[in-house]
Structures are given as structure tokens and as C-alpha cells.
């Protein structure tokens, strides 16, 4: 069975049951006396105002507990239009299209903001009506509200049970519509903004829009459930419409299931009718439904609903049907686009500050129309800030690009995606909620999603076939209908290919996608990369791996502190003299290798033996050796990417748990032992990019490095405040307001303060300028001096190779040279690793 015919055939047995369930509680409702034909009205009432917030809560994720100011909004246009003599039939819709009105203009700032923010903003606007309506006396009433409410006639129905019928009739076509929204392509939208805002944007699609469109669908359910409440109960005052009335709403969403199209039925049920169950308990009511949640969201947090479905799925998979077979596409991995003419994309002088940073400085280059176009350069150089420009995601301080004559500079990204330009991510952004064919699908929509209950293009044949065919094209070979939350790495990486291709762009932005591969991934992704620069498609691709730069690009951009050090092709950026001075420090005066006696009788302090490390399926280290001598400084050396942080994040005991191999620290195997534990034992990790506590003063991040061990630990602090007296200076200054070398010196001595055995510098001149760096690099060695055992991983290979008695060389998670300092200086292997040369 087709995906296309089982999603409809689906939706088809949903409609069928939720009107066997419609008709049997309109024939209730026309039978049971007058009490009950009331508490099913409210159980329907429930259910209305729970399809609109499951679009809210269920579809785009956020959360609101004022929805009862929209309820109130419907109940009295109802009230006061009719006191005037306006017709139900008018004063009704009137009282939703008002909500629907408040619900928008109330979500254009409020869903500015996320999480707990969000919810006061909400749970503010419920009080803010709820007091105006006690204010507006002449039009309200005030704290005595409106008696004597008409109710409509519904044929020969009248009263209650006209109410009662037409709001379950109104619930039953909420649920549908919420059934058209979530299987259509602005239900996957709203998932995909859920998921990732900044990947929305990237694909054309507008997040707030989209967002404020599910407020408004919520608030006039809202404001519809709202006027029938009016005119069931014939009377509206203040305290009706208080805030417990939305934690109800919220209630019967998540209690029923959020994002399911019968959690809001079941759990209107729930919440509907417990109440009667508990009459003799009314006090307790909140605190019966609050149990109710927790114990919901503990076993199941799909809601019962949720549960329900786990329940059938495990019964499927132990008794019935085996697991159908994974759709692959057949197609030909050949671009599913007709061949034009694409433009290429021209930077000119741009730039962009973050306060006293000049993070990219007078950028310039061209990206030509089917050629790969690599920036690269050490850690810190900008490149993935220039690479946020490009996309819109940052706008420009000065300078501009343009795409074919179309100047972009400082448009928004969704406005860059729809012109032409699309991109991938260092940390993969697929929509989690979504199968991997849909990931591609929605971003085929362009941004253009259509009528909200339009039909589901997304699900058209043309539409899917087109998906799969980019699927195959971006490399990738496994089940189209998997959930892209699920997908191992590697499929991840080129699943965000295919999706950002299904823009048909003229430029597309690649931020580290070989970062995880294996080397075969790595030649597969460089051979699409050619595949795809083919068809005419602008590259752009930010990378450390330098075999694979080398290998596809055209051109090269070297990027270094914001500015452009080189341009040219791979040959002419291996043989730059600037560019190598960049990566190794070449030319540094005060960065040549020093004699220093060998430690080759010093016993091992720290030993690692036959290290594999990775993050999933994929390891990131391969069989690493290495040690270190007590009193030695040893230096860690290789590109980005290399799996040097990797290493040091496992010596350090943060990354668990080691594949195979060992950690031995002065002969006490440690491969199992966490951070607190490795701290204790005498490691301490200086981390990369620092990691000061930013709101804790200078003296309070130097004794917090002390805290495992107490004694002494003033005379401690005096000693580091004397090895760098810039701490001195600013001691009760927070840290967060430091300079970046102030703030490297500290994480320096807070890990000093630990009194260790050994210690581990994680990229220690990052970001820093020069003068710093020598005076940072001047401490370190007064350190070495003292006999202090240092494991150092630094972008600048002469500096660390100044300071070190031996190094090693890391090369994709292997090491490819090791020996002296001064002879690894003079080894190929170390341009080797760092410019593929």
C-alpha cells in the first residue's frame, strides 16, 4: 500500500469514527434530562476549544494559559449583541472573529518569546480581560455580568439541548479540521518550526507567520466554544472566565494526547466529566487533575491517547503484521530539476561587529556559478559567522552580496532561501517530527503553503516522486519513510542536502557536512558535492577536513580573525606563505621549537592504549596511543575536525563511555571514571573556549577550582593571582566581563587550583590576540618549568610545539606522526594534517 493511499485511508477511518461517536452523543443529547444534556454541552464545549489548542499545543508546540481571555471574548459578543437584539446566528461568528482577531494581534509579540516567557505573557492577557470586563461596567455589567441570554433554535430544538447539539456538531468539525491542517503542508510546517525555527526560516518558511496563524485557529475555537458557552448557561459574569478555566483548556489537551486528532475528545471526556464523578470533592478538583497529568505525562507522554497507540503498535509487532518494506526510490540519482542558467553569488566588503568584536572584516569574493568555493582558516577566523550573513541569518555591519544583480544583504533568511540561496548546518537541523521524505517534501512548497485546510500537496504523487528523486540524488539510500529523528548521522547529513537542494537554489551554503563522516562518507559526500556543482549550482562549504577541500574545490577563501589572508586554488593556498604561518605558526619569532633534555626516564603518568571514542554508531577515534611522562609537556596536534577535543573531552572524563582501548593515570585504569572523579585523581582540563562562570566574580571562579581540595586554598589563590596578575586587577570584577585573554588566564588558574597531576589545554590561544597569546604562552612556560605535567591542544602549531618537549600529530582520529618537538616541526605529516599538502 502506497504512503499516499494509507495517510488518506486513515484520515477517511478517523472521520468515519469521530461521526459514529458524533451521532451517538447528538442522540444522548436529544434523550437524557436537562443535567446531562448540560454536562455533555461542556464535555463538546471542551473538546472545541481543545481541536483549536491542539494546533497550538500539538502541532507548533507552544503553550498558552490565557486562552480563556479568548473564551470570555466569544461569551460576551454573544451576550451584549444579543441584549441589543442581534440575531445568535450573527452575534456568534461575530464573538470568533473577534477572538480570532485578539488571538493574532496578542501572538505578534507574544510568540517573540518561548517557554515560561511565553506562558506569562498568555496567562497576562487572560487576568487583562478578565479585569476589563469587571471595568467596562455599561457594557458588561460589570461583577453582576448579563442574565437572561437567548438560546438559538436549532430546527425544531430549542434551549439546552439546540446548544448541546450544536456544539458537539461544532467539535466534530474542529477535529476535522484539525485532521485537513495536520496531515496537509501546514501541518508540517508548523511541526518543522516546532523543530527547528532557524531550518524553517531556511527553507522559505516564515516562523512567526506560521506560529500566529495556529494562535489565531486556537483563539477562534476559543471565542466559538465561548459564545455557545453563553448561550447554554444564559448568564456570563467575570468569575466565570478565571484563569482555572485554562488550565482545564491545557488539561484536556495533554491528559487526551497533544498531537493526536483524538486527544482533545478523549480528554474532554475526561476532564468533562470527572468533575461529576468528584461532586462531593469540588474543593479538589485542581488538585485530582494536576494528579491526573502527572501521572499521565509519567507513564505516557503522548497523553492516553499516545499510550494507546504504543499499546497497539506493540501488540502489532508481537502478534500481527510484520514491519512493511522500507520505501526506497528506484530512481536514478540524477537531479529531478530542469537544467538553466544559475547565477553565483558576489561578497563585497562584508563586515559585522558583536560589540567591541570585529568578528568578519571587508569579506570579498566571488562564488562562481558550478564551482566549489571552500572558506577556510584556523579556529575563531569567522568563517561560519560569514557563512550566518550569507543566509540572514546575521545582518552585515557594512558591505553587501548580491545574487545575480540582487543585492541580500541584511534581508531576513527566509527572504535569502526564497531568492536563492540555501544551506546546511554544523549540527544537523532536520525536523525531527517529520519522515525523511517530508523533510524534503516542505521544503519543495518553497515557502508556499496554501490554503490551511487545502488539499495536502505535500502528499501529491508529482510532489513525492520529485522528493525521492532528490533523496537519491544528495546520496541518500535509506527508507523514505523513517523518521528523520531516528536517522543514524550520516543519513542525517545527507537528508539536509537533499532538503536544502529541493529549493532549486543558485547557491548552496554547507557548514562542516563532512564533521562525523566516516573516509568512505567523506568520499561519497565529495563525489555529490562535484555531482551537484555540476548542475550548475554555486558552493559554497565551510570545512576542516583538508583532503576533502582539497579534493572538490575550485577556489579556496582563507579566512583568519575575520579577514581574507588568500584566495586561489588549492595548489597556489597550499604553497601560501601567510596561509601556513595561519595554521602552523610558520615564521613566528617566538614560536621556534626549544632544546629541552628528553624525560625518557620518567615514569608514565598518563597512558592511553588502543583508544576508540565516537559518538553514535561512528567512531571519531581509532585506536589512539599515546603517553605522557610526569613532568613532561607533550603537544596534541592536528586540523579542526581531527578529534583532538574528542580526545581531551575523554581523558577529562567527560565523554562517556570509551568504545575499546583504555585510560590509565598513573597506572590506575580510569576509562570508566566520570569528571568529578578524574578531578579528584589530580586531571584538570583547562576547556576550550574557556568556560568561565560569566555572573561569578574573578576570586569566586578561583576558588570554585579549589573546591575538592579546601586546604590551603588562599595561599592558592595568592599564587595565581602572582602567576597572572591581570586577576588581580579585576578580582571581584565578573567574569563574563572580561577580555578573552583575561578570561583564558582564569580558566587556566581555576584549573590549577585543583592541584593537579597533569593538565589538559583545550585550545588555549583561541580567538586571542597576539600580545595576549605571548604573555598567556609566557605563563604556561614558567609552568613547564616547574616540572608541571601539561597535555596541550592548540590551532597554533609552532606556539604549542615552543612549549613542548614531544608531540603527536592527529589526522581523521588517527595518529599519523609522533617524536620530538623540533623534528615534528621539520615532519611533512604536520602540513599533512593541517593543509592537506
Given at each position: 500500500?502506497?504512503?499516499?493511499?494509507?495517510?488518506?485511508?486513515?484520515?477517511?477511518?478517523?472521520?468515519?469514527?469521530l461521526?459514529?461517536?458524533l451521532?451517538?452523543?447528538?442522540?444522548?443529547?436529544?434523550?437524557?434530562n436537562?443535567?446531562?444534556?448540560?454536562?455533555?454541552?461542556?464535555?463538546?464545549?471542551?473538546?472545541?476549544?481543545?481541536?483549536?489548542?491542539n494546533?497550538?499545543?500539538?502541532?507548533s508546540?507552544?503553550i498558552s494559559?490565557?486562552?480563556?481571555?479568548?473564551?470570555a471574548?466569544?461569551?460576551?459578543?454573544?451576550?451584549v449583541?444579543?441584549?441589543?437584539?442581534v440575531?445568535?446566528?450573527?452575534?456568534?461568528?461575530?464573538?470568533a472573529?473577534l477572538?480570532?482577531l485578539?488571538g493574532?494581534?496578542l501572538a505578534l509579540?507574544?510568540?517573540r518569546?518561548?517557554?515560561?516567557?511565553?506562558?506569562?505573557?498568555?496567562?497576562?492577557?487572560?487576568?487583562?480581560?478578565?479585569?476589563?470586563?469587571?471595568?467596562a461596567?455599561?457594557?458588561?455589567?460589570?461583577?453582576?455580568?448579563i442574565?437572561?441570554?437567548?438560546?438559538?433554535?436549532l430546527?425544531?430544538?430549542?434551549?439546552?439541548?439546540a446548544?448541546?447539539?450544536?456544539a458537539l456538531?461544532?467539535?466534530?468539525?474542529?477535529?476535522?479540521?484539525?485532521?485537513l491542517?495536520?496531515?496537509?503542508?501546514?501541518?508540517a510546517?508548523?511541526r518543522?518550526?516546532?523543530?527547528?525555527e532557524?531550518?524553517?526560516?531556511?527553507?522559505?518558511?516564515?516562523?512567526?507567520v506560521?506560529?500566529?496563524?495556529a494562535?489565531a485557529?486556537?483563539?477562534?475555537?476559543?471565542?466559538?466554544?465561548?459564545?455557545?458557552?453563553?448561550?447554554?448557561?444564559g448568564f456570563?459574569?467575570?468569575?466565570?472566565?478565571?484563569?482555572?478555566?485554562s488550565i482545564?483548556?491545557?488539561l484536556?489537551v495533554?491528559?487526551?494526547?497533544?498531537?493526536?486528532?483524538?486527544?482533545?475528545?478523549?480528554?474532554?471526556v475526561?476532564?468533562?466529566?470527572l468533575?461529576?464523578?468528584?461532586s462531593?470533592?469540588?474543593?479538589?478538583?485542581l488538585?485530582f487533575?494536576?494528579?491526573?497529568?502527572?501521572?499521565?505525562?509519567?507513564?505516557?507522554?503522548?497523553?492516553l491517547?499516545?499510550?494507546?497507540?504504543?499499546?497497539?503498535r506493540?501488540?502489532?509487532?508481537?502478534?500481527?503484521?510484520?514491519k512493511?518494506?522500507?520505501?526506497?526510490?528506484?530512481?536514478e540519482?540524477?537531479?529531478?530539476?530542469?537544467?538553466?542558467?544559475r547565477?553565483?553569488?558576489?561578497?563585497?566588503g562584508?563586515?559585522?561587529?558583536?560589540?567591541?568584536?570585529?568578528?568578519?572584516?571587508?569579506?570579498?569574493f566571488?562564488a562562481?556559478?558550478?564551482?566549489?568555493?571552500?572558506l577556510?582558516g584556523?579556529?575563531?577566523?569567522?568563517?561560519?559567522?560569514a557563512?550566518?550573513?550569507?543566509?540572514?541569518?546575521?545582518?552585515p555591519?557594512?558591505?553587501?552580496?548580491?545574487?545575480?544583480g540582487?543585492?541580500?544583504?541584511?534581508?531576513s533568511?527566509?527572504?535569502?532561501?526564497?531568492?536563492g540561496?540555501?544551506?546546511?548546518?554544523?549540527?544537523?537541523q532536520?525536523?525531527?517530527?517529520?519522515?525523511v521524505?517530508?523533510?524534503?517534501?516542505?521544503?519543495?512548497?518553497?515557502?508556499?503553503?496554501?490554503f490551511l485546510f487545502?488539499?495536502?500537496?505535500?502528499?501529491?504523487?508529482?510532489?513525492?516522486?520529485?522528493?525521492?528523486?532528490?533523496l537519491?540524488?544528495?546520496?541518500?539510500?535509506?527508507?523514505?519513510d523513517?523518521?528523520?529523528?531516528?536517522?543514524?548521522?550520516?543519513?542525517?547529513?545527507?537528508?539536509e542536502?537533499?532538503?536544502?537542494?529541493?529549493?532549486?537554489?543558485?547557491?548552496?551554503?554547507?557548514?562542516?557536512?563532512?564533521?562525523?563522516?566516516?573516509?568512505?562518507?567523506?568520499?561519497?559526500l565529495?563525489?555529490?558535492?562535484?555531482?551537484?556543482?555540476?548542475t550548475?549550482?554555486?558552493?559554497?562549504?565551510v570545512?576542516?577536513?583538508?583532503?576533502?577541500?582539497m579534493?572538490?574545490?575550485?577556489?579556496?577563501v582563507v579566512?583568519?580573525?575575520?579577514?581574507?589572508?588568500?584566495?586561489?586554488?588549492?595548489?597556489?593556498?597550499?604553497?601560501?606563505?601567510?596561509?601556513?604561518?595561519?595554521?602552523?605558526?610558520?615564521?613566528?619569532?617566538?614560536?621556534?621549537?626549544r632544546?629541552?633534555?628528553?624525560k625518557?626516564?620518567?615514569?608514565?603518568?598518563?597512558?592511553?592504549?588502543?583508544?576508540?571514542?565516537?559518538?553514535?554508531?561512528?567512531p571519531i577515534?581509532?585506536?589512539i596511543?599515546?603517553?605522557?611522562?610526569r613532568?613532561?609537556?607533550?603537544?596534541?596536534?592536528?586540523?579542526?575536525?581531527?578529534?583532538?577535543?574528542t580526545?581531551?573531552?575523554?581523558?577529562?572524563?567527560l565523554h562517556?563511555?570509551?568504545?575499546?582501548g583504555?585510560?590509565?593515570?598513573?597506572?590506575?585504569?580510569?576509562?570508566?571514571?566520570?569528571a568529578?572523579?578524574?578531578v579528584?585523581?589530580?586531571?584538570?582540563?583547562?576547556?576550550?573556549?574557556r568556560?568561565?562562570?560569566?555572573?561569578?566574580?574573578?576570586l569566586d571562579?578561583?576558588?570554585l577550582g579549589?573546591?575538592?581540595a579546601?586546604?590551603?586554598?588562599?595561599?592558592?589563590?595568592?599564587?595565581m593571582?602572582?602567576?597572572f596578575p591581570?586577576l588581580r586587577?579585576?578580582?571581584h570584577q565578573?567574569?563574563?566581563?572580561l577580555?578573552?585573554?583575561?578570561q583564558?588566564?582564569?580558566?587556566?588558574?581555576?584549573a590549577?587550583?585543583?592541584?593537579?597531576r597533569?593538565?589538559l589545554l583545550?585550545?588555549?590561544?583561541?580567538?586571542l590576540?597576539?600580545?595576549?597569546v605571548?604573555?598567556?604562552?609566557?605563563?604556561?612556560?614558567?609552568?613547564?618549568?616547574?616540572?608541571?605535567?601539561?597535555?596541550?591542544?592548540?590551532?597554533?602549531?609552532?606556539?604549542?610545539?615552543?612549549?613542548?618537549?614531544?608531540?603527536?600529530?592527529?589526522?581523521?582520529?588517527?595518529?599519523?606522526?609522533?617524536?620530538?618537538?623540533s623534528?615534528?616541526a621539520q615532519?611533512?605529516?604536520?602540513a599533512?594534517?593541517?593543509?592537506?599538502?
Amino acid at each position: 500500500m502506497s504512503p499516499r493511499f494509507s495517510n488518506r485511508a486513515v484520515v477517511i477511518a478517523q472521520v468515519a469514527m469521530l461521526s459514529v461517536v458524533l451521532g451517538v452523543a447528538i442522540a444522548l443529547a436529544l434523550r437524557v434530562n436537562g443535567y446531562y444534556v448540560f454536562v455533555l454541552a461542556n464535555v463538546a464545549l471542551l473538546a472545541l476549544v481543545g481541536a483549536g489548542m491542539n494546533v497550538l499545543i500539538g502541532l507548533s508546540g507552544q503553550i498558552s494559559f490565557g486562552h480563556v481571555g479568548f473564551y470570555a471574548l466569544g461569551a460576551y459578543t454573544v451576550a451584549v449583541l444579543g441584549k441589543a437584539g442581534v440575531s445568535f446566528w450573527i452575534a456568534w461568528p461575530a464573538g470568533a472573529a473577534l477572538a480570532t482577531l485578539f488571538g493574532g494581534l496578542l501572538a505578534l509579540p507574544a510568540l517573540r518569546v518561548k517557554g515560561p516567557y511565553l506562558a506569562m505573557v498568555t496567562i497576562a492577557f487572560g487576568f487583562i480581560v478578565e479585569h476589563a470586563i469587571v471595568e467596562a461596567r455599561g457594557l458588561t455589567g460589570g461583577q453582576n455580568g448579563i442574565m437572561g441570554i437567548v438560546s438559538p433554535t436549532l430546527g425544531a430544538l430549542r434551549g439546552e439541548r439546540a446548544v448541546a447539539v450544536l456544539a458537539l456538531l461544532s467539535a466534530g468539525v474542529a477535529c476535522i479540521g484539525y485532521m485537513l491542517v495536520a496531515r496537509g503542508q501546514w501541518g508540517a510546517a508548523l511541526r518543522a518550526v516546532r523543530g527547528s525555527e532557524i531550518a524553517a526560516e531556511s527553507i522559505g518558511l516564515n516562523p512567526l507567520v506560521i506560529k500566529t496563524v495556529a494562535f489565531a485557529v486556537s483563539a477562534f475555537t476559543a471565542g466559538a466554544a465561548g459564545g455557545l458557552f453563553a448561550s447554554l448557561s444564559g448568564f456570563v459574569t467575570p468569575n466565570t472566565f478565571g484563569f482555572s478555566q485554562s488550565i482545564l483548556f491545557v488539561l484536556a489537551v495533554m491528559i487526551g494526547g497533544a498531537g493526536s486528532a483524538a486527544g482533545p475528545l478523549v480528554g474532554a471526556v475526561i476532564v468533562g466529566l470527572l468533575p461529576e464523578v468528584l461532586s462531593s470533592l469540588e474543593d479538589f478538583r485542581l488538585l485530582f487533575f494536576g494528579g491526573l497529568l502527572l501521572l499521565v505525562l509519567w507513564v505516557a507522554p503522548g497523553g492516553l491517547v499516545g499510550l494507546a497507540q504504543a499499546a497497539l503498535r506493540a501488540l502489532q509487532m508481537r502478534f500481527g503484521s510484520s514491519k512493511p518494506a522500507a520505501t526506497v526510490s528506484p530512481v536514478e540519482p540524477v537531479s529531478p530539476f530542469a537544467p538553466r542558467t544559475r547565477a553565483g553569488l558576489c561578497v563585497s566588503g562584508l563586515s559585522i561587529r558583536f560589540g567591541g568584536v570585529q568578528a568578519v572584516s571587508e569579506l570579498s569574493f566571488d562564488a562562481a556559478a558550478g564551482q566549489v568555493t571552500s572558506l577556510i582558516g584556523p579556529n575563531g577566523a569567522g568563517k561560519t559567522t560569514a557563512l550566518n550573513m550569507l543566509s540572514g541569518f546575521y545582518a552585515p555591519s557594512s558591505g553587501d552580496f548580491s545574487l545575480g544583480g540582487m543585492k541580500l544583504g541584511g534581508r531576513s533568511a527566509m527572504r535569502v532561501a526564497r531568492a536563492g540561496i540555501a544551506r546546511t548546518y554544523q549540527t544537523s537541523q532536520l525536523f525531527g517530527a517529520l519522515s525523511v521524505i517530508d523533510n524534503v517534501a516542505l521544503a519543495l512548497t518553497r515557502g508556499k503553503l496554501g490554503f490551511l485546510f487545502g488539499r495536502a500537496r505535500l502528499h501529491a504523487s508529482g510532489v513525492r516522486s520529485q522528493a525521492a528523486a532528490l533523496l537519491a540524488f544528495s546520496g541518500y539510500r535509506g527508507d523514505h519513510d523513517a523518521s528523520a529523528e531516528d536517522l543514524p548521522h550520516v543519513d542525517r547529513r545527507f537528508v539536509e542536502i537533499a532538503r536544502a537542494m529541493a529549493l532549486d537554489p543558485d547557491v548552496l551554503l554547507l557548514d562542516e557536512p563532512a564533521a562525523g563522516l566516516s573516509t568512505d562518507d567523506k568520499e561519497r559526500l565529495g563525489r555529490i558535492l562535484r555531482k551537484i556543482a555540476d548542475t550548475g549550482v554555486a558552493i559554497v562549504v565551510v570545512e576542516h577536513d583538508m583532503a576533502l577541500v582539497m579534493g572538490v574545490s575550485d577556489a579556496i577563501v582563507v579566512l583568519d580573525q575575520g579577514r581574507r589572508l588568500a584566495v586561489g586554488s588549492p595548489v597556489e593556498i597550499q604553497a601560501n606563505v601567510a596561509v601556513r604561518h595561519a595554521y602552523l605558526g610558520e615564521g613566528a619569532a617566538t614560536a621556534q621549537p626549544r632544546s629541552r633534555a628528553a624525560k625518557t626516564g620518567a615514569p608514565e603518568l598518563l597512558g592511553v592504549n588502543g583508544l576508540v571514542v565516537g559518538y553514535g554508531a561512528e567512531p571519531i577515534l581509532h585506536g589512539i596511543d599515546l603517553q605522557v611522562r610526569r613532568g613532561e609537556v607533550v603537544a596534541l596536534l592536528g586540523a579542526n575536525g581531527a578529534g583532538k577535543s574528542t580526545l581531551m573531552r575523554t581523558l577529562s572524563g567527560l565523554h562517556r563511555p570509551v568504545s575499546a582501548g583504555g585510560v590509565t593515570l598513573d597506572g590506575q585504569d580510569v576509562s570508566t571514571l566520570g569528571a568529578e572523579s578524574m578531578v579528584a585523581l589530580g586531571m584538570a582540563l583547562s576547556p576550550e573556549g574557556r568556560q568561565v562562570f560569566p555572573e561569578l566574580s574573578v576570586l569566586d571562579n578561583i576558588r570554585l577550582g579549589g573546591f575538592l581540595a579546601p586546604q590551603g586554598r588562599d595561599a592558592r589563590v595568592e599564587d595565581m593571582l602572582t602567576r597572572f596578575p591581570r586577576l588581580r586587577e579585576r578580582l571581584h570584577q565578573r567574569a563574563g566581563l572580561l577580555s578573552g585573554g583575561e578570561q583564558q588566564m582564569l580558566a587556566v588558574a581555576r584549573a590549577l587550583m585543583s592541584r593537579p597531576r597533569i593538565l589538559l589545554l583545550d585550545e588555549p590561544s583561541l580567538g586571542l590576540a597576539p600580545k595576549v597569546v605571548a604573555d598567556l604562552f609566557a605563563a604556561l612556560d614558567r609552568l613547564r618549568e616547574e616540572d608541571m605535567t601539561i597535555l596541550v591542544v592548540d590551532q597554533m602549531a609552532a606556539l604549542a610545539l615552543a612549549l613542548a618537549d614531544r608531540a603527536y600529530v592527529l589526522e581523521r582520529g588517527r595518529i599519523v606522526a609522533q617524536g620530538m618537538a623540533s623534528d615534528i616541526a621539520q615532519d611533512p605529516a604536520l602540513a599533512q594534517a593541517y593543509l592537506g599538502a
